[in-house]
């Protein structure tokens, strides 16, 4: 997809101006710039300490990418910030994830509200065994949506902002396991839009494709990061390099070094992160 | 850019409590109750058994029962001994039959038959499973007996030799398609790295393939064991039912008894609370712990090879035991120690002294042989084994044939043997290929003529104008068998209702809710083991349960809650593994995008595991289609004139048909034919269904 088709994708919804101020404020609302914040954020795995007192502070708007050697637990950090890891047994936290100030962990805090604020893309592209549209359609119907002219005009938009609209609009009933990878990825990417989240969290996302797919996946998150703050696990380390506003890097469980990408990349300041960059371990 | 137009809609509601109220717990507490009353009458069986057994053991004691020689309760004599040798002396014989047949199908099919041929073939086998074990027994009684009889000129041909080949073929499905799947499981990339050092196909296959799915055969053969030992019409039909040990020991004409078909003999008329009823309990029992033992060793067996192959590694149990000093004399010393034990065991229980003596020497001698075995050179070690193999059978046919032609047979065999290792590899593999050939070929044709003879002799009853829509008369002598097809379907339709929706519910919550605990294990360990428990022990339990403790008179109710209790626990793994098949990241998607987990299992889990579900619900029918012992004493009628729907009346089957159609009433060959053909015609329909499902559903599946 070329980049400056991308402006013509991002139509404009027909229905419903009259609330776009109250919209606008919404997203404004938390005025800090930081959306996520994790505070002393400890983690186990049955007896397996696998993240160690991470404290870390995710910027509005921007792509952080959060980078290390395999089992550093950037996937398992990742994982917190929608209660991923709840599912998992024998996994412990202790400290504080702040979304918009509010801790995730609280007793009285909803998990499903916030997970439907706090999208997440896996690392395998894991559509439903369903067709494209009722793969759209699943997370607004959850959340009470029923009409099917507003499900309607909900797939084409996301699809149109996943930029896999012209690839598949004269297939929406087919099944979505008959895509490619790469489509697979993006339309799991559309079906997180599709309940408006606040924040997309991506873990890996294009571990498991090839470099064209992974290409557009790339152009996609640069531009979703205009609307959206993007928080993204990446083995790549160019990846990282050419996408994130900020990086940080893990080693065995601990935040080893975090700022901003041209300064991790180009001045590191701690030796390991150096060593990891340059290639000589990971 | 457009980036202000992006949040120009509310579509989602700024207040997002709605989702707090939350239908979850309901269905989860549902699910719950649900899974509890499948487990409760899972467990049931078991503690009703034993609590209805157990005076008998009171009163009787051990010893006499598992050593007495002499069985007849009505005398008030409880020598179980003979039953039990006659059980596993008719088991080893259907194993020694099926093993080589099964294995060499089973190599053919996996290894050597063209793809299209192999998926025939697969087909065929799982279908073959289905065919229910009156017919075996019908075939028995009217072909094998007659053809036993005549060659060896005996007055009849009720024998353990057509006992075990009876459940030999009965096994055979079943051994052949778990070694397949053994075989089948070796990776390829262990072929190929045999192959590119220059190894002809058989020596891959004998010295890789089978080596490495050597657990899955092992496997193979004992639920190969488990099948046989519970099997009850069939071996009710043919082995003649004589509480004897056969004389002399190796004699394959007599008659013998099984513990199965004891029971299904003496249960019926024995007076309700007397030591002789109990006494059939007790030899349930005894049952039930020798399958349990089996099932459990399949089991272990057959996760160990899942880890194997998944790479997922083995817990570390008893790791600290394990780095004792203890258990390292233990290993060292094992075969001293399993010595003394067994001996010991030999001079503990109640025998005479001869045998005393024999025993302990046997067992001495046994693990000189080992020791002797582990001192000769690793290329040596083979002839040991083969020695120990070839005295065993000259031992059996010197009993028959005399001792000087059975030496010259050993002999002969000790050279074949000899030849056949010097010959060229390529010589080897064309005689091994042959062979393989040959015992499949004599597989298929087996289990070939026994279906060939019933369509062929019951189809033109078959075609008789009344024989599938008229009544029986003269004790099913005449008339048609319409009242027994739609009892059969009552039956069958009937225990689906009611297992189905327990059985769904209890998969679902133990493979989604339930923790993974102590207390889950013992259910799963439980729910496993009936899974593999014989259908007459179902029947004991349902006629105690059902009709005495809750006084139900005999009733198509009562059969269907029995034959639904004894197909629940196939339903409830079936779903299980169904619902664990589907990948964790279609949960994580869906939970991802806010959706509740039963949301997420309702929309996205449980519709993609429907095919699965349903091949094990229609699996489970054409089981309880083709059962006998679960509901002679507890649902049927031998004959009827009317078709009855009401549920506290017994109905007709068509297997119990079938069997009174070949004990009771002497001359009816041809209408038992006809009944064995509508009875295998329904069940192999309902299996053949169930496969097509599945491999559709397969071809179809594509995560």
């Known amino acids: 997809m070329k980049k400056e088709n991308s402006g013509d994708v991002f139509l404009v919804l027909k229905f419903k101006n009259k609330n776009k101020e109250k919209i606008r404020n919404r997203y404004n609302e938390y005025n800090d710039e ?11 795995y049955e007896d397996n300490h696998a993240l160690k007192n991470i404290n870390m502070k995710f910027r509005k708007n921007k792509v952080t990418a959060i980078i290390g050697p395999s089992g550093c637990g950037k996937s398992t950090l990742l994982r917190c910030f929608n209660r991923m890891n709840d599912v998992i047994e024998g996994c412990r936290i202790e400290g504080e994830v702040l979304f918009k100030g509010e801790n995730l962990y609280n007793n009285n805090a909803d998990i499903r509200i916030n997970r439907k604020k706090i999208g997440m893309i896996f690392q395998k592209p894991n559509p439903f065994p369903m067709s494209i549209y009722d793969n759209i359609i699943y997370g607004p119907k959850i959340h009470k949506i029923e009409d099917n002219e507003i499900l309607e005009e909900i797939t084409e938009n996301c699809l149109k902002r996943a930029v896999l609209w012209d690839e598949v609009k004269d297939r929406l009933k087919d099944t979505a396991m008959s895509l490619s990878g790469g489509q697979q990825q993006r339309l799991c990417i559309a079906r997180a839009l599709a309940v408006e989240p606040e924040i997309l969290l991506m873990d890996e996302p294009t571990a498991s494709l090839d470099p064209i797919a992974t290409q557009k996946i790339e152009d996609l998150i640069f531009e979703l990061k205009k609307e959206w703050t993007v928080i993204i696990v990446t083995h790549n380390m160019q990846q990282a390099a050419r996408i994130s506003d900020y990086t940080g890097f893990m080693y065995l469980g601990e935040l080893i070094e975090y700022g901003e990408t041209t300064q991790i990349f180009e001045n590191p300041h701690q030796k390991l992160t150096e060593n990891y960059i340059t290639g000589r371990f990971g | 850019m457009a980036t202000e137009t992006v949040y120009d809609q509310i579509l989602y509601k700024e207040d997002l409590s709605y989702l707090k109220k939350n239908r979850d717990p309901i269905i989860k507490w549902t699910l719950f109750v649900f899974a509890s009353i499948a487990t409760i009458f899972v467990f049931l069986i078991i503690i009703f058994l034993f609590i209805n057994g157990a005076p008998f053991f009171a009163a009787v004691p051990l010893n006499d029962f598992l050593f007495g020689t002499n069985w007849l309760p009505t005398a008030g ?91 030999a073929i009965m096994a055979l499905p079943t051994i052949v398609s778990v070694c397949e799947d053994a075989i089948r499981a070796v990776p390829d990339y262990y072929r190929n790295a045999s192959y590119a050092m220059g190894a002809t196909k058989w020596q891959t296959i004998r ?81 039930f712990l020798m399958t349990l033992i089996i099932n459990t060793i399949a089991n272990l067996i057959l996760s160990r090879i899942q880890r194997k192959f ?28 399993l010595t003394i034990i067994i001996s010991g065991l030999f001079i503990l229980i109640p025998i005479d002294f001869v045998s005393r003596v024999i025993g302990v020497s046997i067992c001495i001698g046994l693990s000189f042989l080992m020791y002797i075995r582990k001192k000769v050179p690793q290329n040596k070690k083979k002839w040991i084994t083969y020695g120990i193999i070839i005295a065993f059978v000259g031992w059996v046919l010197s009993t028959w044939i005399g001792i000087l032609l059975a030496i010259t047979i050993c002999v002969l065999i000790l050279g074949t043997i000899y030849v056949i290792r010097r010959i060229s590899t390529v010589s080897q593999q064309r005689l091994w290929f042959s062979i393989i050939y040959l015992f499949s070929l004599l597989a298929v044709i087996i289990v070939g003529i026994l279906v060939s003879y019933i369509v062929v002799r019951g189809f033109p009853v078959l075609l008789e104008p009344d024989f599938l829509t008229g009544f029986p008369s003269d004790n099913g002598r005449e008339g048609g068998i319409l009242p027994a097809i739609v009892g059969t379907l009552e039956l069958t339709l009937g225990s689906i209702a009611f297992a189905l929706p327990l059985g769904v519910c209890a998969g679902i919550y133990l493979s989604e809710y339930a923790k993974n605990n102590r ?35 005999r009733s198509l109710l009562v059969g269907i809650l029995t034959l639904g209790l004894m197909i629940l626990p196939t339903i409830i793994r079936t779903t299980e593994e169904a619902v664990k098949a589907i990948p964790q990241s279609f949960r994580e998607g869906s939970l991802a995008l806010g959706s509740s987990k039963w949301q997420g299992i309702g929309k996205i889990v449980f519709p993609a ?5 349903i091949t094990g619900a229609i699996l489970g029918m054409g089981r309880s289609a083709g059962e006998t012992a679960p509901i002679m004493f507890t649902a049927v009628r031998s004959s009827a004139r009317w078709i009855t729907f009401s549920l506290f009346e017994p109905v007709m089957a068509l297997t119990y048909h079938l069997y009174r159609l070949n004990t009771e009433v002497l001359d009816a060959v041809d209408k038992a034919a006809g009944t064995a053909l509508t009875l295998l015609i329904l069940v192999l329909l309902l299996y053949a269904f169930a496969f097509i499902i599945r491999s559709r559903y397969e071809k179809r599946k594509q995560w």
Not at chain 2, 526 to 531: E, F, K, M, P, S
Request: aromatic fraction near 12%; include cysteine; charged fraction near 15%.
């Open chain 2, 77 to 167: 004599d409880f020598g179980a001994l003979p039953i039990i040798v006659d059980t596993l002396l008719v088991t080893f014989g259907a194993i020694i039959i099926a093993l080589p047949l099964g294995l060499a199908t089973a190599i053919f099919i996996a290894e050597i038959a063209p793809p299209k041929l192999r998926k025939a073939l697969k087909f065929t086998v799982e279908i073959l499973a289905g065919i229910p074990s009156i017919v075996y027994g019908f075939f028995g009684l009217i072909v094998l007996n007659v053809i036993i009889k005549d060659i060896f000129g005996l007055h009849y041909g009720n024998s353990w030799l057509s006992g075990s080949f009876i459940l």
């Open chain 1, 34 to 44: 930081f959306v996520i914040e994790t505070k002393e954020l400890n983690l186990w």
């Open chain 2, 609 to 613: 595991a429907i095919p699965g579900i």
């Open chain 2, 310 to 337: 998944s790479g997922e590694r083995s817990k570390k149990r008893f790791s600290e035991f394990r780095e004792s000093k203890l258990y390292k004399y233990m290993q060292k010393y094992k075969q001293l120690l």
């Open chain 2, 519 to 553: 207390i889950t294990k013992i259910i799963r360990a439980g729910i496993d083991n009936l899974n593999g428990t014989p259908s007459i022990v179902f029947a004991l339990f349902g006629f105690v349960f059902f009709i005495l403790f809750f006084g139900l008179g």
């Open chain 2, 207 to 287: 010295k890789i393939v089978i080596p490495a799915g050597m657990s899955g055969i092992t496997a193979a053969i004992i639920l190969g064991i488990g099948r046989a030992l519970g099997e009850t019409m069939a071996m009710l039909l043919v082995i003649g039912n004589c509480k004897t040990f056969p004389e002399p020991l190796t004699n394959l004409l007599d008659c013998v008894a099984v513990i199965t078909s004891t029971i299904a003999a003496g249960w019926g008329p024995t007076e309700q609370g007397s030591l002789e009823q109990r006494s059939y309990l007790a030899l349930a029992i005894f049952l």
